[in-house]
């Protein structure tokens, strides 16, 4: 009994990816007092400036990822075609090796593409977004060489999509989190290390540098080993661009959801990066960071869960589908409400506690922060949910709630300084994002929002609102 127990642990997708995500919150126990402590004040600003940019790598990948997991996903619960990969009439209950062959070959070609083009992106905007803030540092050349070395180890790790794409898509997500957990916690420790030896970016550089490396190594190796060794049959055949076609289609929407939302984000800080003063910059960015991470961590129960959730679509098991998507997103809500609140309470005594060179955001930012990832988080879920049919409205969503937040921004800037950057988000997702997926997602799912949220997002949204409130009151009357 506990040695069934064990082994369902050891081959949970959701448990390995919190597992794997788990290692990035020893991250911001190890290595990130020691950035703020250690590191001096620009300094900070240009590795979190670093970090945006590394975050941003996504959006070149222009939707190919989630759109070759799903594909994989359907050929995998033996979907015929990517033309109607759902029309279960089409399917059968085997794995179509023929079309996952195909998908391998074309998924390789783009992404070597992909990956030069990303080079030549970070290098280029790179330079430009930290050539002012370069200038003020005492040795400049460090932090060229620092960039550098990202750009190219980066480069070459977003290839590393293609094996980690395949293994997902066959819904082996449990065994490349379980690896990949124990990489990332010798990186940190890495990391620790050399900040405390060498007390600079270049050496953060090249360990972050030389992970990248590993990572691909790594999951080069796994990719190989699934179904014994099933990619070693597959065949080398000419780029079929009618093919490349019917991936494209649904690929292109989601990459343009990209741009205007991780995008478009993270390109705002960057552009405060560059007007705020140095003491805000620095608080407000690692804020942004540790919300990052959780949201990331709270990604884990459902994001873990699509593989899944496109393989019961493609053999029309609705019942399942639904009973496994509102588990996953109801864990999802709690994880993130959860973490903000325990973050809420204790970074400001973290901070006082090991000196750290910047300050916590105020609490009023904090929560304005929280809410606008939060709603973003429920219509990012809404969205993924609705996708798993093969039908995008990404493009749309995120369009449409970027140019709200661009317009909302540029006018309340002047008025609200760094407020008006989660202002605007708020105004973006509650303006059209949130309610536009949900009503999409719920509709494909003919379930009514009381009948779906009741089971998801109620319970832990109220426990976020009573506790905003009672630390609002407590403030204002203590």
């Not at 996953?328 to 006082?352: A, D, E, M, P, R």
Request: proline share 2%; hydrophobic share 50%; aromatic share 18%.
């Amino acid at each position: 009994m506990l040695k069934q127990k064990i082994i369902s642990i050891w081959n949970s997708p959701t448990l390995m990816t919190w597992l794997s995500y788990s290692t990035k919150s020893l991250s911001l126990l190890l290595v990130t007092p020691l950035i703020i402590t250690k590191l001096t004040e620009t300094e900070i600003i240009i590795w979190y400036l670093m970090a945006t940019f590394v975050s941003m790598a996504g959006v070149v990948d222009f939707g190919f990822r989630s759109t070759f997991i799903r594909f994989i996903s359907y050929a995998n619960g033996g979907a015929k075609d990517l033309i109607n990969p759902l029309e279960s009439k089409n399917n059968t209950s085997e794995v179509n090796w023929e079309l996952i062959d195909k998908l391998y070959f074309h998924m390789r070609k783009i992404y070597l593409t992909l990956s030069v083009f990303l080079f030549f992106i970070l290098v280029i905007i790179g330079y430009f977004s930290l050539k002012k803030i370069v200038s003020n540092y005492y040795n400049p050349s460090q932090i060229w060489i620092s960039w550098l070395i990202i750009s190219l180890t980066l480069s070459i790790d977003f290839y590393c999509k293609v094996y980690y794409n395949y293994i997902e898509g066959l819904g082996k997500v449990a065994i490349v989190r379980r690896i990949e957990s124990f990489f990332k916690i010798g990186t940190i420790f890495s990391l620790f290390a050399v900040l405390i030896i060498f007390n600079n970016i270049l050496s953060l550089s090249i360990v972050i540098g030389i992970g990248y490396i590993l990572n691909t190594v790594r999951n080069s190796y796994l990719s190989n080993r699934i179904f014994d060794n099933k990619k070693k049959q597959f065949k080398e055949t000419e780029f079929n661009f009618q093919f490349f076609k019917e991936i494209w289609k649904p690929a292109w929407k989601t990459g343009l959801s990209g741009i205007f939302s991780i995008g478009l984000i993270n390109f705002s800080s960057i552009i405060f990066a560059q007007v705020g003063t140095p003491s805000v910059v620095a608080s407000y960015m690692f804020a942004i960071r540790i919300i990052t991470e959780i949201r990331m961590f709270s990604n884990a129960p459902f994001y873990s869960k699509l593989p899944l959730l496109s393989k019961l679509n493609a053999q029309n098991k609705k019942v399942e589908f639904i009973k496994v998507a509102i588990g996953g997103i109801n864990k999802s809500h709690f994880t993130f409400i959860i973490s903000v609140i325990l973050v809420n309470i204790f970074i400001k005594t973290i901070l006082l506690t090991i000196n750290s060179q910047i300050s916590f955001v105020d609490t009023k930012l904090w929560f304005l922060i929280c809410f606008a990832y939060y709603f973003h988080l429920y219509g990012a879920f809404h969205l993924q949910l609705y996708s798993t049919n093969n039908k995008i409205i990404a493009h749309i969503a995120d369009f449409v709630s970027g140019i709200i937040f661009v317009l909302t921004s540029y006018f309340l800037f002047p008025f609200l300084g760094i407020y008006t950057l989660p202002i605007g988000m708020l105004c973006a997702y509650l303006g059209f994002y949130s309610w536009f997926t949900a009503y999409k997602s719920l509709n494909s799912l003919n379930m009514s929002f009381l009948q779906f949220e009741r089971k998801t997002s109620f319970l832990p949204f109220s426990i976020l609102i009573i506790y905003c409130i009672f630390v609002t009151l407590f403030t204002k009357y203590s």
